[in-house]
């Protein structure tokens, strides 16, 4: 059964940092692309973050030079670095493959998130 656990999240105040961090278990990260996602209030998940099996980073324009995505294969882990922060990247963060895993029953499987709020 693939679990996905999201950790890191917090309070910080404009211009802050935080490092998110998420374990897996019941999926191998080195052989999928990863990516960090984020849900915003009243706004749809959206992807912000991509790290490729091969290594190769993407980000969404609203992020890029102030979030850095990396992985640890041996881990199983995948971090997301977020420097910078603004008010509007108040979301709620979840990791998974991309596209996201589904299950037999073809079900989308995410983990619980974690809460991150920027504040002035």
């Known amino acids: 059964q693939v679990r996905l656990v999201e950790s890191g999240g917090g309070l910080v105040q404009i211009g802050g940092s935080l490092r998110l961090s998420c374990a897996a278990s019941?999926?191998?990260?080195?052989?999928?692309?990863i990516g960090w996602y984020r849900q915003a209030p009243g706004k749809q998940r959206a992807l912000v973050a991509v790290?490729?099996?091969?290594?190769?980073?993407t980000y969404v324009d609203s992020v890029q030079g102030r979030f850095t995505i990396s992985r640890d294969n041996a881990k199983n882990t995948v971090s997301l670095q977020m420097n910078s922060l603004k008010p509007e990247d108040t979301a709620v963060y979840y990791c998974?493959?991309?596209?996201?895993?589904?299950?037999?029953?073809?079900?989308?499987?995410w983990g619980q998130g974690t809460q991150v709020t920027v504040s002035s």
């Open positions: 998974n493959i991309v596209p996201p895993y589904r299950d037999i029953d073809g079900d989308t499987r």
């Open positions: 019941g999926i191998r990260f080195s052989t999928n692309d």
């Open positions: 790290i490729r099996s091969s290594g190769g980073t």
